[in-house]
């Protein structure tokens, strides 16, 4: 069973850089034609997918995020990262990390942790 569990800082300043790391258990991140994904959901709001990075390396943005967004892996560590710069308390959301074969379903989600934008 693969299980995805994220980890990072709680609390990041208004024009700092979101820094997240997705953690992979019980399964590989190059395995193929899978596409490991960042997700958020701000309060009282939907979900909203950031991107993506696939079992190749290659990578997918959201058009309204691409500008602020990166995501990278170490494949010897079996963990994914989401960079989310200059941000702004709109930013404050629950961030998933999630995976799936490219389709509109997500096969397994981490738990999620919240990050508060704030001063």
């Known amino acids: 069973q693969v299980q995805l569990q994220e980890s990072g800082p709680g609390l990041v300043k208004p024009s700092q850089t979101l820094s997240l790391t997705c953690t992979v258990s019980?399964?590989?991140?190059?395995?193929?034609?899978?596409?490991w994904s960042w997700i958020r959901q701000p309060p009282g709001k939907g979900l909203e997918w950031m991107g993506a990075i696939a079992y190749s390396g290659s990578t997918y943005y959201s058009p309204s995020l691409k500008s602020r967004t990166s995501i990278s892996r170490d494949t010897s560590k079996n963990q994914f990262t989401l960079q989310l710069s200059s941000v702004t308390p709109e930013d404050t959301a629950v961030y998933y990390c999630?995976?799936?074969?490219?389709?509109?379903?997500?096969?397994?989600w981490g738990k999620g942790t919240l990050v508060t934008v704030s001063s």
């Open positions: 999630a995976s799936g074969d490219g389709g509109p379903r997500f096969y397994y």
């Open positions: 019980g399964g590989s991140i190059t395995t193929n034609y899978y596409y």
